[in-house]
């Protein structure tokens, strides 16, 4: 199940919301102002797979930082246009 639902939806409406030459920074600070459930819920599976790593003592997880995994979302959609 997908952590943030409707994302091609939501990402073009933060891209309208920004300027031309917007940053990678620039896009994730303006999901969380739009967003702040959809950025919540992405920091809370996180943190999910950060403790069952730790409790299973692996180094790792396949997530990513939160940070991360919304722009690796947005490039896929960028790429699939």
Do not use: C
Not at 29 to 40: I, R, T
């Amino acid at each position: 199940m997908a952590i943030v639902t409707n994302a091609e939806e939501k990402f073009k409406i933060v891209i309208e919301n920004l300027p031309s030459d917007y940053s990678e920074t620039d896009f994730i600070e303006k999901f969380k102002e739009l967003y702040p459930k959809d950025w919540n819920k992405i920091l809370r599976r996180y943190e999910e797979h950060e403790r069952r790593a730790r409790k299973q003592k692996k180094r790792s997880h396949p997530m990513p930082n939160p940070e991360k995994y919304l722009l690796n979302i947005s490039h896929k959609i960028r790429g699939k246009k």
